[in-house]
């Protein structure tokens, strides 16, 4: 499914699984350019960007963005777009997620954990800083213990999963 890009009526659309297409316009000199999909390039950071040209002027924006602005709900100022496969070129709309910056940074972090309660009950946990805050300890420790450089940490034991 496509939908117009805001501000590009009529000249780009993006879909919701993240490809952009230039419509077929006449140039200012009357000549007829097909449309097309853009060649995507990687910014520095492994993120797909577009460059949108418009009246000149160019605009270089990332997809995941584009995508998230058009299918994704939940919108407001100041919240970040969040790849919930880890995967900054699994654009699909069905993977992006609007998030504050804290929990974009918290879920990049986090992987997956197998704790071992003092009880002796195991639990899978997937943000080890969130489960180190509710029982009150240290993630450093927590990390030392899942690497294998300490047995436990006030009685509780943790293996990474991935």
């Not at 960007?49 to 160019?58: D, E, W």
């Not at 899942?146 to 034991?157: A, I, L, P, T, W």
Request: with cysteine; glycine share 8%; hydrophobic share 35%.
């Amino acid at each position: 499914m496509f939908k117009a890009i805001e501000g590009y009526e009529g000249v780009y659309s993006v879909s919701n699984l993240g490809r952009v297409y230039s419509h077929t316009r006449l140039t200012p000199l009357g000549r007829k350019v097909p449309g097309r999909y853009l060649t995507l390039c990687l910014c520095s950071g492994g993120y797909p960007m577009a460059r949108l040209y418009l009246k000149g002027a160019v605009e270089t924006i990332k997809v995941h963005k584009l995508v998230a602005l058009h299918f994704v709900d939940g919108y407001k100022e100041g919240l970040q777009v969040n790849h919930i496969d880890e995967d900054k070129t699994n654009n699909h709309s069905s993977n992006l997620e609007w998030c504050t910056s804290q929990y974009n940074v918290e879920y990049s972090v986090s992987k997956h954990y197998l704790v071992t309660f003092p009880d002796g009950r195991l639990e899978k946990v997937f943000n080890l800083s969130k489960f180190c805050r509710q029982f009150g300890l240290s993630k450093a420790a927590m990390s030392q213990v899942s690497y294998g450089r300490v047995k436990q940490h006030k009685s509780f034991k943790c293996i990474k999963l991935d």
